[in-house]
């Protein structure tokens, strides 16, 4: 497994501490991200752990017109940028189309590419121009494999900065199950693999208006994510109060069950490692 550097002091693959992509769903307000932000830095501060903040400033996918997408785009890249520079984080956000993703990548360290837009060229290709690190979720719809191709388009425009993210596979109506064999198929591309444990435990449009979950499966799932040897980082969504979440209130950990969700993971991931030397 190749690495990717994301900035001087931090580089995920092989052979590299677990890197943790996590925040909230969606830039909500200044408050809750930065209060945010900060808790999970203090938690992973003594912790064998690599850190990336990420909260999405716009959701452009939504269950339904009544859905919150977000705050002013200007307002919300903001927050983001005060949480880069009041905490020395790196910071991973989506983009939705082409014109975002030169602008964004004057705040974020990694551009991510959400699920449903994984095959997307022409906004591929815009991300992997901007010289930032691309972060590739999976589509729900897509095998593994074909994964090697979105992987392709972004690196065709020199830029070999690539994240490959696991989100989970549609199994039928509104259930999504996570095939860890996928996590191994992914890592073959030679990109590091991130496993994304909340998302994964989408129940999509399970609420009629808003997807449901199941939060008591994000902890087994991503220890299992972990023990397949082949995910060299974790993207957890974690909120202050997942119940009022104005986004993904279903499936979102809890900022307070975070600090041995982490330390269990951490252990895991130690474990692998030893048994790869």
């Given amino acids: 497994m190749k690495q990717v550097q994301i900035t001087e002091r931090l580089t995920v693959g092989a052979g590299q501490p677990l890197t943790l992509i996590a925040g909230p769903c969606v830039v909500e307000n200044e408050k809750m991200i930065l209060h945010t ?15 990336i903040f990420k909260a999405s400033y716009k959701k452009a996918n939504r269950s339904s017109l009544k859905g919150f997408t977000g705050i002013d785009f200007a307002q919300a890249l903001g927050i983001l940028e005060k949480v880069r520079r009041e905490f020395n984080l790196p910071v991973l956000t989506d983009i939705h189309n082409e014109l975002e993703a030169p602008v964004v990548a004057e705040v974020a360290e990694v551009l991510q ?4 837009l994984c095959r997307q060229t022409d906004l591929l290709l815009a991300a992997g121009r901007t010289g ?3 972060n590739i979720k999976k589509g729900q719809f897509l095998a593994p494999e074909d994964m090697q191709n979105a992987a392709e388009k972004v690196a065709g425009t020199g830029n070999t900065r690539i994240l ?5 596979t549609t199994f039928g109506y509104r259930n999504l199950v996570v095939d860890m064999r996928g996590l191994v198929i992914m890592a073959r591309s030679g990109y590091p693999v991130v496993y994304d444990a909340t998302h994964s435990v989408q129940i999509p449009g399970g609420e009629g208006s808003a997807s449901g979950g199941q939060p008591e499966f994000i902890l087994p799932l991503a220890r299992a994510a972990l023990a397949t040897g082949a995910a060299s980082a974790l993207f957890m ?7 009022n979440a104005l986004s993904d209130a279903r499936s979102q950990l809890a900022l307070e069950k975070f600090p041995e969700a982490i330390r269990q993971l951490v252990e895991v991931y130690g474990v ?4 790869e030397r």
């Fill in 237 to 243: 969504e974690v909120h202050p109060d997942p119940p």
């Fill in 272 to 275: 692998m490692q030893k048994m």
């Fill in 37 to 51: 932000a900060e808790s999970i830095a203090k938690t992973v501060r003594d912790l064998p752990v690599q850190f």
């Fill in 132 to 134: 930032r690190a691309v």
């Fill in 113 to 116: 590419i959400p699920a449903f």
């Fill in 164 to 168: 490959l993210t696991e989100r989970g």
